[in-house]
């Protein structure tokens, strides 16, 4: 009885929150679990009410022109937001208050002309923003305050003319791996700024396709990436182009005449306040490996996270392999390392009440075991063993000659000798019962045979 009751009450409950759900989804929107699409629904505004239980909501392919202050605050749980393809222009102040969750930002594909530093307020969690394809001809330089999650930043396809390098620091942004601004129309590139972003910034900071003046600051920047072997460099070797004296006819592909640089004069070593330490690392297949992460911060407040090319983002709770382990050191350990293990792997120190960050890179490479090389000195020892071998036993198996050997009695062999009264006459009677011969002895020989009658 007790148990029906509460079955009851569990449908009751159940029904309550699938008819909330289907009050709270608007007509024009597609509500499916935690997901929302309103995508292509012809909206020019907002609905008035949007779900609260969302985790995802797409608003793409509509005629939205603005986003009001608010607009989102009842969504504390939305994690993922599809605004591409759209009107808008600017955002209110406080757009996205009470919506910290995002994690995926999507306003590609719109009319935007300013980012302004108050656009992404209070979002400490986003870890994707994408805004390429819009009509962005500037970026404010607190516009990456307090995105301190950020690791992939989209500003391709716009009208950009300066970048603020200088706002994104080691300690403000130590998960950003890329940073895409190739297809605009920036001049300059002041080295000084440049030189001091986060190594891993430097490493997927993507400008092929702009309108980069030839000059030595400019390709002091990328003769250092170059030197490092930056696959942003080596994927686009034809689209970095510069101008000389900034006329256009006079484009060159600088990555591959270098000989107007020539007269440069550049900054061979990089003084950056992270320390960035190289290594190789090179292993046979099924060893194992220990990578430590040997930076310039020490202490028990640093915490620390390895980037694999092939896992992704490894912490201590986020291990879950039984081959992979991380030391409290920072040590990373691969008990059986694979072919597929190769690549880069970096390492975050991480000292949050000094606000500093250092990295280390090692490149991991695992090859298959090689078969061992043919020894010619364990080939020659092993030749003169069985040599002696097979001499002594020359010497001592084979029969004996020698005159003091005692030599085997031959066997004796029965020799039939001639008598003559053993012999039958010719003349005898031929119904006489002869005596039957043995046939089945090696050695044949008449039996003596006597009879009454004489010859």
């Known amino acids: 009885m007790t148990f029906g009751l509460h079955v009851n009450h569990v449908l009751v409950l159940w029904f309550c929150v699938l008819r909330g759900s289907e009050e709270t989804c608007t007509s024009v929107c597609l509500c499916i679990a935690d997901t929302v699409s309103c995508s292509a629904s012809g909206l020019s505004k907002l609905p008035l009410s949007l779900p609260s239980f969302s985790v995802t909501l797409d608003l793409s392919h509509n005629h939205l022109s603005w986003l009001s202050p608010g607009s989102f605050n009842t969504m ?10 759209n009107q808008i222009s600017s955002l209110g102040h406080g757009v996205f208050y ?21 656009y992404f307020q209070g979002l400490w969690r986003l870890e994707e923003l994408l805004l390429f394809n819009n009509k962005i001809t500037q970026v404010e330089a607190g516009t990456f305050n307090g995105l301190s999650s950020l690791k992939k930043a989209y500003f391709s396809l716009n009208q950009i003319t300066h970048f603020p390098f200088f706002s994104i620091q080691d300690h403000s942004h130590p998960f ?45 920047v990328f003769w250092h990436w170059e030197l490092r072997g930056y696959n942003t460099l080596k994927d686009f070797m034809d689209e970095h182009t510069c101008t000389i004296y900034g006329d256009p006819r006079t484009s060159i592909q600088f990555l591959r005449r270098t000989r107007f640089f020539n007269n440069c004069t550049v900054e061979k ?20 490996v220990r990578l430590d992460c040997q930076t310039s911060l020490s202490g ?32 990373l350990e691969i008990q059986a390392a694979k072919v597929n293990d190769s690549g880069l792997y970096v390492c975050t120190a991480l000292d949050v009440k000094q606000a500093l960050n250092a990295t280390r890179e090692i490149n991991v490479t695992v ?16 030749g003169c063993i069985v040599t002696m071998v097979l001499i002594l036993m020359y010497l001592y198996l084979t ?38 011969i043995q046939t089945n002895k090696q050695v044949a020989f008449m039996e003596l045979m006597t009879s009454d009658e004489g010859t």
């Not at 915490?303 to 986020?318: D, H, N, Q, R």
């Open 269 to 288: 070593a990089v003084s950056q306040p992270v320390t960035v330490l190289l290594s190789t690392v090179l292993v046979s297949e099924g060893e194992r």
């Open 98 to 118: 009470n919506v910290s969750s995002l994690r995926h930002l999507d306003l590609s594909s719109n009319k935007l002309h300013i980012v302004e530093q108050h």
């Open 399 to 436: 029969p004996c000659r020698c005159s003091w050997c005692k030599q085997p009695k031959p066997p004796v062999i029965p020799i039939a000798t001639y008598d003559p009264t053993t012999l039958t006459s010719v003349f005898s009677d031929a119904t006489r019962e002869q005596p039957k």
């Open 300 to 331: 028990t407040d640093v915490s620390f996270t390895w980037l694999s090319p092939t896992k992704g983002y490894i912490t201590e709770a986020s291990i879950n392999d039984t081959l992979i382990s991380l030391f409290p050191n920072g040590t």
């Open 176 to 220: 950003l791996t890329m940073l895409d601004l190739s297809s605009n129309r920036i001049t300059t590139l002041p080295w000084e700024n440049v030189k001091d972003l986060p190594g891993l910034v430097q490493r997927g900071l993507y400008l092929h396709n702009n309108s980069l003046i030839c000059d030595c600051d400019m390709y002091s």
């Open 367 to 382: 090859v298959l075991p090689e078969a061992q090389p043919f020894n010619t000195g364990y080939t020659t020892l092993l």
């Open 76 to 85: 504390s749980r939305l994690e993922n937001l599809r605004v591409a393809h």
